[in-house]
């Protein structure tokens, strides 16, 4: 799942990305608001990470165009203004959580995990479906109560799937949230992919729909 932050302080920013990277996700980041309303607007995010002090376009105003032309990304806002009618501001302005500055990285870390979760209907840390179990705090799956050993990859993959169960879910989509710009977008390493995490799994959850994409059904708990 890509991240993508919007942080004009080189230090902050590469903090928060070298902490979102750590929990699995490709951590994307942009220093001012117009980048920051474009990649928005027109890329496939999990969530956004935004200040609301950025150069060029303000988060607030950024944070409502969005709005206005249905991007309905989760956004989490950073502020380093103290006035509570700020924070107000950007709440009402569409965000779904905030976080004043300073800030410690792991209550950064868990509203991002609150806000993810709650962007797919889940409440609680833990999804389950059937015998497999993912808890998204120490990123670990189990089949049967039983770990399950998975890449970096594998485990964004099966994640996504999960937040997104009861949809089919395009090799496209898939392709765009597991791979940073970098990287060569083939195809067939979905394909590849999946195969290798069914494997690992060796419980039959994913369906594939041919001329489709992938499929999980059922309710996660």
Do not use: C
């Given at each position: 799942?890509?991240i993508?932050?919007?942080?004009?302080?080189p230090?902050?920013?590469?903090?928060?990305?070298r902490?979102?990277?750590?929990?699995?996700?490709?951590?994307?980041?942009?220093?001012?608001?117009?980048?920051?309303?474009?990649r928005?607007?027109?890329?496939?995010?999990?969530?956004?990470?935004?200040?609301l002090?950025?150069?060029?376009?303000?988060?607030?105003?950024?944070?409502?165009?969005?709005?206005?032309?249905?991007?309905?990304?989760?956004?989490?806002?950073?502020?380093?203004?103290?006035?509570?009618?700020?924070?107000?501001?950007?709440?009402?302005?569409?965000?779904?959580?905030?976080?004043?500055?300073?800030?410690?990285?792991e209550?950064?870390?868990?509203?991002?995990?609150?806000?993810?979760?709650?962007?797919?209907?889940?409440?609680?840390?833990?999804?389950?479906?059937?015998?497999?179990?993912?808890?998204?705090?120490?990123?670990?799956?189990?089949?049967?109560?039983?770990?399950?050993?998975?890449?970096?990859?594998?485990?964004?993959?099966?994640?996504?799937?999960?937040?997104?169960?009861g949809?089919?879910?395009?090799?496209?989509?898939?392709?765009?949230?597991?791979?940073?710009?970098?990287?060569?977008?083939?195809?067939?390493?979905?394909?590849?992919?999946?195969?290798?995490?069914?494997?690992?799994?060796?419980?039959d959850?994913?369906?594939?729909?041919?001329?489709?994409?992938?499929?999980?059904?059922?309710?996660?708990?």
């Amino acid at each position: 799942m890509r991240i993508l932050i919007a942080e004009d302080e080189p230090r902050i920013a590469a903090d928060i990305a070298r902490a979102v990277s750590s929990l699995g996700y490709i951590a994307e980041t942009v220093m001012d608001g117009e980048t920051a309303w474009f990649r928005g607007g027109t890329e496939n995010y999990g969530a956004v990470i935004l200040d609301l002090g950025l150069p060029k376009l303000d988060g607030v105003t950024l944070l409502k165009r969005w709005r206005q032309e249905g991007v309905k990304v989760p956004v989490l806002i950073l502020t380093a203004r103290g006035s509570w009618m700020e924070r107000v501001e950007g709440i009402d302005a569409g965000a779904d959580d905030y976080l004043a500055k300073p800030f410690r990285m792991e209550e950064l870390l868990a509203r991002l995990r609150s806000i993810l979760r709650r962007s797919n209907g889940h409440a609680a840390p833990v999804m389950a479906i059937g015998d497999i179990s993912i808890d998204t705090r120490s990123m670990q799956v189990t089949v049967g109560g039983v770990p399950v050993d998975l890449t970096p990859l594998e485990y964004r993959l099966i994640n996504y799937l999960f937040h997104h169960r009861g949809r089919v879910v395009p090799p496209s989509e898939l392709s765009e949230i597991l791979y940073d710009h970098d990287n060569d977008r083939d195809p067939n390493a979905i394909e590849a992919l999946i195969g290798r995490l069914r494997r690992k799994l060796k419980v039959d959850v994913i369906e594939t729909r041919r001329g489709f994409g992938y499929f999980v059904a059922g309710s996660a708990a």
